[in-house]
């Protein structure tokens, strides 16, 4: 299986940090936030992993290399600066993720889920990562009903959509290349019951806006032991 990191958004909430370097390259706890994945990655047995880049993409292969200090094989997909969001970015990507399910996380959340889990997981559609609903997203976005993913009806409790997921291209089937979000493309395959999930209670932040980047920073301060000055 193959996996695929998000990083090509442009960061607007994370500015001015964002104004030269890209998300994913921001420090928390000594390392690049992208880092971490690919160390865990590593670890969960992945060796090649799909990385997209837009905003001041250039800087992450800079950074990054071809990723052998992690014993993984980088693949890069080139997007245009503006970038192509979720599903147009991953469809773009399809012809290096291979005809298998592949492993998707954004660029932009830090969690401590054991992705070797995702390695077993029977996948035809999608298969999402779904944990408790943060402050900033109180609704929800998916309900789990067993194993199944529903989509809201009013009903029923939401949970949020951490950004993690299995994904098959038979998911994409159809879609043409340009801008625009996977989110449609799950709620279409939900309503016609194609997407299994889970909820997961452990770690889990969106380092969406500078706030919330600064308390992931305090968090591995706190647990390194080491205090900023």
């Known amino acids: 299986m193959r996996a695929m990191i998000l990083a090509a958004g442009r960061g607007e909430r994370l500015r001015p940090l964002t104004d030269s370097l890209p998300k994913p390259l921001l420090q928390v706890g000594g390392k690049a936030l992208i880092e971490y994945h690919l ?56 012809p290096l993720l291979g005809h298998g399910p592949f492993l998707l996380v954004n660029g932009d959340v830090f969690t401590d889920y054991p992705l070797a889990r995702l390695r077993a997981v029977k996948c035809d559609h999608a298969h999402l990562v779904l944990v408790p609903n943060p402050p900033h997203n109180p609704e929800g976005d998916f309900a789990l009903q067993g194993a199944r993913i529903r989509n809201p009806d009013g009903t029923t409790i939401c949970h949020t959509f951490s950004g993690l997921a299995v994904y098959h291209p038979r998911l994409f089937e159809g879609c043409k290349p340009g801008r625009y979000s996977v989110v449609p493309l799950l709620r279409k395959a939900v309503d016609e019951s194609l997407v299994t999930g889970e909820l997961y209670a452990g770690q889990w932040l969106d380092i969406g806006n500078l706030d919330r980047l600064q308390a992931l920073r305090q968090t591995l301060d706190v647990a390194s032991g080491t205090m900023r000055t």
């Not at 992993?49 to 292969?61: D, T």
């Open 39 to 94: 160390e865990r990655l590593a670890a969960a047995g992945f060796r090649d992993v799909v990385i997209n880049q837009g905003h001041l993409g250039h800087l992450l292969p800079e950074h990054l290399g071809n990723g052998e200090r992690w014993r993984l094989r980088i693949h890069w997909s080139l997007e245009p600066p503006e970038a192509l969001e979720t599903g147009g970015g991953i469809v773009q990507a399809l």
